[in-house]
């Protein structure tokens, strides 16, 4: 790995994250961890934990039998962070769980339990989406993927495409939002406006 990349692992069983971190950190990642949705939504809040990996175990308090909170905090680290590259390890071998997953964002899907080197080649898959993306940014253009019921409509696709396009941008400009909206090719009053209109807050220091 030519740059340290951090990784936030999210797991409830201790003993469990511990050994993930251990295995992750073998690998040359720099590593993160929480034991709970909202201890993995504070990190995710944190401007100065840059992470662009996660590892993130379904089965959460206070239902780790069931990978309802596991899917809701899926779905709001990718809203916090659009370019997240999220691999799901659960224990829910169901095809309607994965299809969720993916549906929320997650970039792959491994039932536990897996393996170190499974893990390995996801991550080394999702680095190279990441670098990828990094050099379409570079080019000035953006890639994202979108998951929405068709019967919802174009005007409410569209929507969530304006939004997904905003939050993008501004995360890759650590919320600079003068340097956002010249990505954007909005005048900074504009992009507040879609700032406010979409609930986007700062990032916290």
């Not at 898959?125 to 253009?141: I, N, P, W």
């Amino acid at each position: 790995m030519s740059a340290t990349r951090k990784i936030l692992v999210v797991e409830d069983d201790a003993s469990l994250r511990d050994w993930w971190c251990g295995s992750l950190e073998d690998m040359g990642y720099s590593v993160l961890s929480a034991g709970s949705a909202a201890e993995a939504l504070v990190i995710a809040r944190q401007a100065q934990a840059p992470f662009d990996l996660a590892v993130l175990d379904l089965g959460l308090p206070p239902h780790p039998n069931d990978p309802t909170e596991g899917l809701e905090l899926l779905r709001l680290l990718i809203l916090e962070r659009p370019s997240l590259k999220v691999v799901v390890l659960t224990g829910q071998d169901e095809p309607a769980v994965a299809l969720t997953a993916i549906g929320l964002g997650a970039f792959d899907f491994l039932n536990k339990p897996a393996s170190s080197q499974r893990l390995r080649e996801a991550l080394a898959r999702a680095v190279l989406f990441l670098q990828a993306e990094k050099q379409l940014s570079t080019d000035g253009q953006a890639r994202m993927t979108l998951t929405a019921p068709i019967a919802e409509g174009v005007r409410e696709f569209g929507e969530a495409a304006q939004e997904k396009l905003v939050r993008s941008v501004l995360a890759d400009s650590q919320f600079n939002v003068a340097q956002a909206a010249r990505k954007l090719g909005l005048t900074r009053e504009h992009l507040y406006y879609f700032m406010k209109k979409f609930g986007i807050e700062r990032a916290a220091s």
